[in-house]
């Protein structure tokens, strides 16, 4: 069966295969086995790659097999850039870790898509956009971070955080932040999200992104 994938992330099986975990078009968040050999060009299983691929499901794990993997699109417009290639790896790994295995939320896979997209075509102005997925992956996971749902998690950053969920999105992006503040209002957002899926989301690759903004 045809399917749409997200990469979310891999775990390296043996020397000639590798779990992709990822989330599906069609099964939600699901984990697939896949066979690589030395021409497999492992850039195809990126973080956030989406990719086609031909599934066989088995009655007798969870993990299903993927077999004939393409990618979807080039993203050439992140995979060209450091600062988006980091913020790819930030979504993702959140991702991985707020929706559990099996879960299939509607219109979740979608939005993942769309989000994926539009960061590709961004060619400025985008230094904000992972905290604006932040904040749209808590109403597809069937939140609300008003600023009122915020306040016990935002401190300081009370009305800075309530101005940036109400600003439309271009607002969003051009708000001015320095490095510290984004990765305050990160933290902030990764509580919130934490608290209401009921995940520990120790996400390590936010260092990353404070060492890129400084």
Same mark, same amino acid.
């Given at each position: 069966?045809?399917?749409?994938? &997200?990469?979310?992330?891999?775990?390296?099986?043996?020397?000639?295969?590798?779990?992709?975990?990822?989330?599906s078009?069609?099964?939600?968040?699901?984990?697939?086995?896949?066979?690589?050999?030395?021409?497999?060009?492992?850039?195809?299983? %990126?973080?956030?790659?989406?990719?086609?691929?031909?599934?066989t499901?088995?009655?007798?794990?969870?993990?299903?097999?993927?077999?004939?993997?393409?990618?979807?699109?080039?993203?050439?417009? *992140?995979?060209?850039?450091?600062?988006?290639?980091?913020?790819?790896?930030?979504?993702?790994?959140?991702? +991985?870790?707020?929706?559990?295995?099996? /879960?299939?939320?509607?219109?979740?896979?979608?939005?993942?898509?769309?989000? *994926?997209?539009?960061?590709?075509?961004?060619?400025?102005?985008?230094?904000?956009?992972?905290?604006?997925?932040?904040?749209?992956?808590?109403?597809? %996971?069937?939140?609300?971070?008003? /600023?009122?749902?915020?306040?016990?998690?935002?401190?300081? +950053?009370?009305?800075?955080?309530?101005?940036?969920?109400?600003?439309?999105?271009?607002? /969003?992006? &051009?708000?001015?932040?320095?490095?510290?503040?984004?990765?305050?209002?990160?933290? &902030?957002l990764?509580? +919130? &999200?934490?608290?209401?899926?009921?995940?520990?989301?120790?996400?390590?690759?936010?260092?990353?992104?404070?060492?890129? +903004?400084?």
């Open positions: 069966m045809d399917s749409d994938l &997200i990469v979310l992330n891999t775990t390296k099986l043996g020397e000639s295969a590798l779990v992709l975990h990822a989330l078009r069609e099964h939600g968040r699901r984990s697939f086995v896949v066979k690589v050999s030395r021409r497999t060009p492992m850039s195809l299983f %990126l973080p956030l790659n989406i990719l086609e691929a031909d599934v499901e088995s009655p007798k794990s969870t993990l299903w097999r993927a077999g004939s993997v393409t990618a979807r699109y080039p993203l050439n417009g *992140i995979r060209s850039n450091l600062h988006k290639n980091t913020m790819t790896l930030f979504m993702s790994e959140v991702l +991985y870790r707020a929706v559990k295995d099996g /879960a299939r939320e509607e219109g979740l896979f979608e939005w993942c898509e769309r989000s *994926i997209l539009t960061l590709d075509a961004m060619e400025r102005d985008f230094s904000n956009y992972h905290l604006r997925f932040l904040t749209e992956l808590a109403v597809a %996971l069937g939140f609300s971070p008003s /600023a009122t749902d915020l306040a016990p998690f935002a401190g300081q +950053y009370y009305k800075l955080l309530g101005d940036f969920v109400r600003a439309p999105f271009a607002e /969003a992006m &051009i708000m001015p932040m320095n490095g510290e503040v984004r990765n305050a209002l990160a933290e &902030i990764l509580r +919130y &999200i934490a608290h209401h899926s009921e995940s520990s989301l120790n996400v390590q690759s936010l260092k990353v992104l404070r060492e890129l +903004y400084g």
